[in-house]
């Protein structure tokens, strides 16, 4: 491979990973809003699940969600099938990240919760996939292949789920009243707390 190709390739697979960003904007819905008031309003726990690729955004959005005052953990699907979906209870809300929705782990997982009286939100490329007959509420989160790495590597799915979890949170955190005040004190380290604290005496 030239460089010339090399280089060509690779901007295209960038522009197909923003263009599918954009198209997560154009597609937020009253499904979002759902999302939002499911978020906001869990006076319980919220755990996050997910496996491999998934699993790293699962995780990801778990810790934002933390950062911003919510009671959030992420546990992996196999961890919850050896005792830890004991945890679930009414109240709570499992986020279950799968693109096909047909992991027989995660799909177990949020069979358990719900059992167990636990709301479940599954962010899915398929809607008509096990884990969405499963779940309270399903969250379409689709990319074209062009945006995917050889069509098959999760690369602008993950970009998505990771865009869609951001406005999540920050739509969440606002209904909350979850202030920058709270954000310097809870991160003495690094620049955050520099950040929130400039922000803040810009406000006062």
Same mark, same amino acid.
């Not at 496996?51 to 778990?62: D, F, I, W």
């Not at 989160?141 to 590597?153: F, N, P, Q």
């Not at 709270?182 to 400039?198: F, I, K, S, V």
């Given at each position: 491979?030239?460089?010339? +190709?090399?280089?060509?390739? #690779? ?14 904007? @154009?597609?937020?819905?009253?499904? $979002?809003?759902?999302? %939002?008031? &499911? ?9 996050? +699940? ?13 810790? %934002?969600?933390?950062?911003?005052? &919510?009671?959030? $953990? ?29 992991? !027989?782990?995660?799909?177990? $997982? ?9 709301? %479940? &939100? ?19 989160? @689709?990319?074209?292949?062009?945006? !995917?790495? !050889? ?6 799915? +993950? ?14 955190? +606002?209904?909350?009243? $979850? ?16 950040? #929130? ?8």
């Amino acid at each position: 491979m030239d460089k010339a +190709t090399m280089l060509a390739q #690779a901007r295209a697979l960038i522009r197909a990973e923003g263009e599918a960003l954009l198209q997560i904007a @154009e597609r937020l819905d009253d499904r $979002f809003v759902q999302a %939002v008031t &499911m978020v906001a309003e869990c006076r319980g726990k919220i755990i996050v +699940t997910g496996a491999g690729t998934s699993g790293a955004m699962a995780h990801r959005l778990a810790h %934002v969600l933390a950062t911003c005052g &919510m009671t959030a $953990f992420y546990i992996s699907p196999g961890d919850a099938l050896h005792g830890e979906s004991a945890m679930m209870g009414a109240g709570d809300v499992l986020i279950a990240l799968s693109k096909a929705g047909k992991s !027989e782990d995660i799909n177990s $997982f949020a069979r358990i919760a719900r059992q167990r009286g636990a709301a %479940v &939100m599954a962010w899915t490329a398929k809607p008509e996939s096990e884990l969405a007959s499963l779940a309270t509420l399903v969250i379409v989160i @689709e990319v074209l292949d062009s945006a !995917e790495g !050889e069509g098959l590597l999760p690369f602008g799915s +993950t970009l998505a789920n990771g865009a869609y979890g951001d406005a999540l949170t920050l739509m969440a955190k +606002t209904l909350r009243g $979850f202030n920058l005040a709270t954000l310097a004190q809870t991160h003495p380290m690094g620049g955050a707390h520099d950040l #929130a604290q400039q922000h803040g005496e810009r406000k006062s």
